[in-house]
């Protein structure tokens, strides 16, 4: 496994490299927005540390100069100018180390904000995505890369260019007292150091390029993570004794990961290390060409002892800068898989109306027909149905027939690619969105189980009354989990799962319980979607709760999904599904007349119960 290898000629390499730093500015807007104060004080310390080194070194060359004076005249005067040079260097190295440390708070500080920051952005992208958006891998692959690094990478940006800024401003006062020795010094200390970086950024570009190629390899690691270390995984992983297969794919996938990752980290270091073997060879070059001007007495010993260090610092700074320039296109590149996702197209709600043009219609399907993205065939094709206010509606048939795809539709979840969705007289699309959902209670056979508080589980059912107590009891006593609510420890307080202390885990029967009496806290909602809500309980139970549903949903709409005739026959009107399409429809005793394809499903399920 290898990424598609790069064409050995690039057309445009400078222009794309360049074009990358356009994610600088938004970068640094970034970090200015998440604290002004912080952005500030790292600024002030990194131009107040550009200036300090250049400090030391003029103030290394007085101390040199005034001990061999003092040497030569022995005068007292000499002696204390020496000394109060040395204090002065003292100070210059205290402050210097006091912008180090400032730096390092201030940086920390700023991290922790800015990567909160950042993933609240990446989770508020996320929540307005569309089930269509999270059921495409590519935009997964997107939300990966945006995940792993961006987090970091703003941060990393800014502390390069502060640094590009600092390095700037020591090798201009560097380069000042270099010229006084020689021009060429100056272009020699510049010269040193280009290859290095030209080799650097080359690789930054190829590790992106490999990091972005196999987005789906590192998910594909994440997802068998979660399935060997989750406890709602942990009992069939276990049973089925999946351990050894599934801890071999993982390790197969880093095998093929590491084997990338150890050729460019290879490549990159032997480069790395012949090319600033060009550096170091530039320095002892300048070094000796130092100490041969000092011996022939034409710079002074003061002036020897700058130089030196002015060009061995000046070609540190100078690498530094080119390093942060490599860094910062290399901060880009991963900034750039960011505000890809950030600026993901989503589908705006365009819809506006919050009652429709006939109120007390009902829902309208009108040739209704839906294909999933990719699919050679569609879901559902060519339904019409009229639901009228207090009717109960059973979706029946085989699985695959589009029963659920048509609650999604229902629901707004999708868009039609076929006809229309009405609700009294208006298109789903012309609702709002929280107007709709406001009408809407829904409850999914594959409902999500949530670590919180008994009551919080169900609140979430209506957000705006999620710590209302008392919208809690009413909805678990028409969801019929009251009783065995009341039974936990501390009742509606009580942690559910097991992932913090003091959890406890219901059963499959009690938590669907929990997601119907969820679908109750919305008291406006004239529309009850149920998928498959009682599968995990007995047929008591179910006909016991469904009974109670026929109670609670005199004027309103009644959605049912369920393989369970015995339920079905309660619901005003069936619909049967076959391949997308409705095959059949009426009330149970006309379509058990019909002896179609229902009655004999009916038949066959029955047959299973009265045979011994």
């Known amino acids: 496994m290898s990424p598609p290898n790069p064409p050995a000629r690039e057309a445009g390499f400078l222009t794309r490299s360049l074009g990358v730093f356009q994610y600088t500015g938004r970068a640094v807007e ?70 180090t440390h400032g730096l390092a708070i201030c940086n920390s500080l700023l991290r922790a904000q800015l990567g909160h920051r950042v993933n609240v952005l990446i989770l508020d992208k996320a929540r307005t995505l569309s089930l269509r958006d999270f059921e495409d891998s ?29 390095n700037g401003l020591s090798l201009v006062t560097y380069g000042a007292l ?58 069939e992983v276990k049973l089925l004794e999946l351990g050894p297969l599934l801890v071999q794919r993982y390790r197969d996938l880093f095998a093929g990961l590491y084997k990338e990752d150890r ?9 790395g290390y012949l090319l600033g073997l060009v550096s170091t060879v530039a320095l002892y070059g300048a070094y000796g060409w130092i100490v041969l001007t000092t011996i022939a007495r034409t710079i002074s010993l003061g002036d020897m002892t700058m130089y030196l260090m ?8 100078f690498s530094a800068i080119l390093s942060a320039i490599g860094g910062m296109y290399e901060d880009n590149l991963y900034l750039s898989n960011l505000y ?59 699985n695959g027939s589009g029963k659920t795809t048509l609650i999604k539709l229902l629901t707004r979840l999708y868009e039609p690619t076929q006809g229309r969705v009405l609700l009294d007289g208006t298109p789903l699309a012309e609702w709002s969105g929280q107007a709709l959902r406001a009408r809407v209670g829904v409850i999914f056979q594959d409902f999500v189980r949530y670590q919180f508080k008994v009551g919080e589980n169900i609140g979430v059912g209506d957000v705006e009354f999620v710590e209302d107590e008392a919208r809690w009891r009413e909805a678990a006593h028409k969801g019929m989990a009251q009783p065995f609510i ?20 219901l059963s499959i029967g009690q938590w669907q319980k929990i997601a119907l009496a969820r679908a109750f806290m919305r008291r406006d909602a004239d529309i009850l979607v149920l998928d498959e809500p009682t599968a995990a309980m007995d047929a008591e139970a179910e006909a016991e709760i469904f009974q109670r ?50 009655a004999k499903l009916f038949t066959l399920q029955a047959r299973g119960y009265l045979e011994p």
């Open 30 to 99: 970034l970090v200015w927005t998440t604290s002004r104060g912080l952005f500030v004080a790292i600024l002030a310390l990194t131009l107040l540390g550009g200036l300090i080194p250049a400090g030391v070194a003029w103030v290394g060359k007085l101390i040199v100069d005034a001990v061999v004076l003092a040497v030569e005249t022995g005068a007292e005067a000499d002696r204390q100018q020496a000394v109060t040079w040395v204090l002065v260097e003292a100070g210059l190295v205290a402050a210097r180390a006091g912008t």
């Open 138 to 166: 590519e935009l997964y692959d997107k939300m990966t890369r945006a995940r792993r690094e961006a987090s970091s990478r703003p941060l990393s940006l800014v502390k390069r260019s502060f640094g590009l800024v600092q």
């Open 178 to 235: 270099l010229l006084g020795f020689s021009p060429w010094a100056v272009l020699l200390l510049a010269a040193a150091a280009v290859p290095a970086f030209v080799a650097e950024t080359r690789f930054a570009g190829e590790a992106f390029r490999l990091f972005k190629w196999r987005s789906p390899e590192t998910r594909k690691q994440m997802y068998l993570e979660t399935v060997i270390a989750r406890e709602d995984y942990a009992k």
């Open 263 to 271: 050729d460019l980290t290879v490549r990159r270091g032997v480069w």
């Open 310 to 317: 002015v060009f061995k610092q000046g070609q540190s700074a």
């Open 340 to 398: 890809e996702f950030l600026e993901q197209p989503v589908d705006e709600e365009r819809g506006e109306a919050t009652v429709g043009v006939t109120p007390g219609d009902g829902i309208r399907l009108e040739d209704v027909g839906f294909t999933y993205p990719g699919a050679p065939t569609p879901a559902l094709a060519g339904v019409t149905l009229h639901i009228q206010p207090g009717q109960r509606l059973a979706l029946v048939g085989h």
């Open 486 to 505: 009341e039974e936990l420890p501390a009742g509606y307080a009580t942690q559910l799962g097991r992932w913090f202390k003091d959890g406890r885990e």
């Open 549 to 598: 549903l026929l109670d609670l949903t005199q004027d309103q709409i009644a959605v049912l999904i369920s393989h369970r005739f015995s339920t079905v026959r309660m619901a005003d009107h069936i619909v049967v599904l076959h391949g997308g399409r409705v095959v059949e429809q009426g009330a149970h005793a006309s379509l058990m007349r019909n002896d179609a394809q229902y």
